[in-house]
């Protein structure tokens, strides 16, 4: 892949792209924090694919590689963040998480702590 770095909007639709297509990969930390907030995969591409999906933080120069946060609601409107990578052929699913308090105080807005 390139190393330009894309709007936010083409990151998130080369993530739900990947994601709708089923090219993907659960880390094990992702597959921990699933199973801890007891979250399904359905609900990961479900807020992926969300209408209110977005990328809330792009992290271009991540040392391990670019890579991004998504925030989307499920259908059931559980909010989730789902930090996955933005420039591999396969969507890497890296954690995922319901985002609240202390560290978020919307969905989108993180707190000063």
Do not use: F
Not at 88 to 113: A, D, F, G, H, M
Request: aromatic share 2%; proline share 7%; hydrophobic share 40%.
């Amino acid at each position: 892949m390139s190393d330009e770095i894309k709007s936010d909007a083409a990151i998130l639709s080369t993530v739900q792209a990947q994601a709708a297509a089923g090219t993907l990969r659960v880390t094990l930390h992702a597959a921990a924090e699933m199973t801890e907030e007891s979250i399904a995969l359905d609900d990961v591409l479900e807020a992926i694919a969300a209408p209110d999906a977005a990328v809330v933080e792009n992290y271009p120069g991540h040392r391990r590689g670019a890579c991004c946060l998504v925030g989307g609601t499920t259908r059931g409107a559980r909010p989730l963040h789902v930090v996955c990578t933005s420039t591999q052929p396969v969507l890497i699913i890296i954690t995922v998480y319901e985002p609240k308090p202390p560290k978020w105080i919307t969905p989108t807005q993180r707190s000063s702590r």
